[in-house]
């Protein structure tokens, strides 16, 4: 593990005691050198945006399809990790909850579905047996497979919405493990299409947008969740914005926040693929495109369903603090937006 990731795991109010419980005023000359390292070494972090006020987007993974650690991995962003799990490191998904009318939505079904759901149980005040409605993206890996958790060998779910583009609801109906989920009713098929409004409760409309992609089994969609008194976009997968019928810097004005694709930081951060493959919008030529608004636009960005290898997942990276002087943002676990 990095030295910042260690440091950043041992506290000071952990580290103190420690110290004088197993040497007494002997621990005085290195308390105070450990002291004075952690306030050199660990930077302040960023807070956590929390809102309250119903209803809510709640931020339960950040982190691309693949997770991280990364299968195959060996490089130091997982090495360790694989050692000592991060808890903070779950795979890219929005929850919703509009507690006055009694409602909770998941975005994106993830490989880390158990955990993602849980906690927007405890959220919710532990009263949601299941969700109300799923919201898909589109048939990439970690956007929808978590749909596995709801048959009969886990949740055993009873008639779940999921939100889906004709494509894709295709290939679930197609397709097995996910046609059995709709042949034993552990989930109900609802058919979205390109920028027609959902009225998902008395106070949420949920619009989906068609983005390019790489849609080798589905159509690929963007999501604007409007509520009450403001509204957000979640791209969590585009390929390079000049590829989209639409410009960024519009979309952006119309909402009060934004998840953006920030799979990698730059080209030099996956040397072993070719990027043509996988064209993402690097997080820096997002900046740079969003550079000339003002900083109310960009800080509205919160970059999201970053890569293992991308070293914005760092907060005591180079590229992180980089984000954060441009006037831009990265989403964490345990964020919260109230619409």
């Not at 055993?156 to 197609?174: C, D, I, K, N, T």
């Not at 509205?300 to 006037?327: D, Q, W």
Request: hydrophobic residues 40%; glycine residues 6%; charged residues 20%.
């Amino acid at each position: 593990m990095c030295p910042h990731v260690v440091f950043k795991s041992l506290k000071m109010p952990v580290i103190v005691p420690m110290l004088w419980h197993s040497f007494g005023w002997f621990s005085f000359p290195i308390t105070v050198v450990a002291v004075a390292l952690l306030t050199a070494i660990v930077p302040d972090t960023d807070p956590v945006f929390l809102d309250t006020t119903p209803p809510v987007i709640h931020v339960l993974g950040t982190v691309q399809d693949g997770g991280s650690p990364h299968i195959g991995c060996d490089r130091i962003c997982c090495r360790n990790l694989f050692l000592r799990p991060a808890t903070d490191r779950q795979v890219v998904s929005l929850g919703l909850i509009d507690a006055d009318n009694g409602k909770s939505f998941l975005f994106e079904a993830t490989p880390d579905l158990p955990t993602q759901w849980h906690h927007l149980q405890k959220l919710g005040g532990g009263k949601m047996k299941w969700p109300d409605g799923i919201f898909l993206t589109h048939a990439h890996m970690g956007h929808y497979s978590g749909l596995m958790h709801l048959g009969r060998e886990a949740l055993g779910s009873h008639g779940v919405p999921v939100y889906a583009m004709p494509r894709m609801m295709q290939f679930l109906q197609e397709n097995g493990p996910w046609s059995q989920l709709v042949e034993l009713k552990n989930i109900t098929l609802m058919p979205l299409q390109n920028e027609q409004r959902v009225q998902a409760s008395d106070a949420l409309e949920i619009t989906p947008i068609e983005v390019p992609h790489r849609d080798e089994f589905s159509e690929t969609v963007g999501y604007r969740i409007v509520g009450p008194s403001r509204s957000v976009l979640f791209i969590p997968d585009i390929n390079k914005w000049d590829q989209w019928d639409r410009l960024l810097e519009d979309e952006l004005r119309q909402v009060d926040r934004a998840y953006l694709d920030a799979t990698f930081y730059d080209v030099d951060e996956v040397g072993y693929r070719d990027m043509a493959e996988i064209p993402h919008p690097f997080m820096i030529e997002t900046m740079d495109l969003l550079q000339d608004l003002t900083q109310k636009e960009r800080s509205k960005v919160h970059f999201i369903h970053m890569n293992h290898t991308n070293p914005c997942l760092e907060e005591a990276s180079a590229a992180y603090r980089e984000v954060r002087e441009r006037g831009f943002n990265i989403a964490r676990l345990g964020d919260s937006f109230s619409l």
